[in-house]
């Protein structure tokens, strides 16, 4: 879910982009934190214009319980309040993930929805669940996501599509800044990516770069900027944001 996708998933799951706290600390710790976005892209999806997300995580010997949020600044997105379960290990990461959205929408499919908060049932929900599982090999994340549950998407047939992305993220320095470069795309026919897929499909081809601005001598804003292609919907987006 994310502008900055694989950063985000580097606090709650990545998304992004991306994704728990990995390491075995033996103390437990804590963060807290927000961005401030120009847009919210996700999976090459546009969820809302500018917007604040803030997130707060705790950790323990691999284990992360992280709460991420969306709030844009036109009343017409629907606001997204997410929380994920994960353990990482070295490059070896698991997670699970509850989205949740108000006003009775779904902000991945656009579906109208009734329900609240602490309705569960599995096509009238606010939810949608996720598994992930994924390694980062240093030069190379590989990270793969299904629907387990919730507002799930669903077949031509209306059976549950069980909707799954995977993405191919690549780290490097260039010019004095970080860089990442994505590529994320369906797997198979569902309804709740892109408007609707019949099979395959690249949903993300993305360019990220990202600078630490000093402000004093202890103290730095992380800026980055991302260029975002859809081939699938043939849409493209250039978003710019600082962690707070």
């Known amino acids: 879910m994310k502008t ?3 950063k985000v998933m580097g606090l709650f799951a990545v998304a992004v982009g ?6 075995a600390q033996d103390k437990v710790e804590a963060t807290v934190g927000a961005d401030l976005v120009s847009g919210y892209v996700w999976r090459g999806q546009e969820l809302g214009d500018v917007s ?3 997130s707060a995580s705790i950790s323990w010997k691999g284990l992360s319980l992280t709460a991420w949020g969306s709030v844009s600044w036109s009343s017409e997105y629907a606001k997204e309040f997410d929380l994920t379960l994960g353990y990482a290990v070295k490059g070896f990461s698991i997670s699970v993930t509850d989205y949740s959205f108000s006003k009775g929408e779904n902000a991945k499919t656009g579906q109208d929805i009734s329900g609240n908060y602490f309705h569960f049932g599995s096509n009238s929900t606010l939810h949608v669940f996720e598994a992930q599982v994924g390694y ?4 190379l994340a590989v990270n793969w996501y299904t629907n387990i549950g919730g507002n799930d998407g669903v077949k031509k047939n209306g059976k549950r599509a069980y909707s799954s992305y995977f993405t191919l993220s690549a780290p490097f320095r260039l010019g004095g800044l970080d860089w990442n470069a994505t590529v994320g795309a369906t797997p198979w ?4 990516y892109n408007g609707g ?8 081809v993305s360019l990220q770069a990202q600078k630490a601005i000093k ?4 103290f730095s804003l992380p800026l980055f900027a991302k260029a975002i292609w859809n081939p699938a919907t043939e849409d493209a987006y250039f978003t710019v944001g600082l962690s707070l």
């Open 197 to 204: 897929t019949d099979g395959f499909a690249v949903s993300e």
């Open 215 to 218: 402000i004093t001598d202890s």
């Open 18 to 23: 991306f994704p728990l706290v990995a390491g």
């Open 136 to 139: 980062d090999f240093d030069f």
């Open 4 to 6: 900055n996708f694989q």
């Open 52 to 54: 604040i997300q803030p």
């Open 189 to 192: 026919e569902t309804s709740f």
